[in-house]
Nanobody, 119 residues
Framework: QVQLVESGGGLVQAGGSLRLSCAAS?????MGWYRQAPGKQRELVAV???????KYADSVKGRFTISRDNAKITIYLQMNSLAPEDTAVYYC????????????????WGQGTQVTVSS
């Protein structure tokens, strides 16, 4: 079992920045964030493996940066140039596959943290 504790969500104006953190109870191969906006499906934001390989959604490339501190078993998401379309609940992910694949494994999820970007 893996417990995930998220922090860093909040309200920010368009163009502003936020930094999300997710601390895990033990090492897992891949960790990252997904987000879900009202009326939309949960979508990939960014993931990072224990070895440092990353994958980003096209919509956040160049604006968001994911990093990992293996000693603290913690990942971070630096979000810059935020826009209203980034408004969503952000969920921390941990699993044995690079991205969440419930057909092949049982990923772990955090409780979610709200990010709201005002116009």
């Amino acid at each position: 079992q893996v417990q995930l504790v998220e922090s860093g969500g909040g309200l920010v104006q368009a163009g502003g920045s936020l930094r999300l953190s997710c601390a895990a109870s033990r090492i897992i191969f891949s960790m990252g964030w997904y987000r879900q906006a009202p009326g939309k499906q949960r979508e990939l934001v960014a993931v990072i493996t224990s070895g440092g390989s990353t994958k980003y959604a096209d919509s956040v490339k160049g604006r968001f940066t994911i990093s990992r501190d293996n000693a603290k078993i913690t990942i971070y998401l630096q979000m810059n140039s935020l826009a209203p379309e980034d408004t969503a609940v952000y969920y921390c992910y941990a699993g044995i596959t690079l991205v969440a694949d419930m057909a092949r494994s049982s990923p772990y999820w955090g409780q979610g943290t709200q990010v709201t970007v005002s116009s």
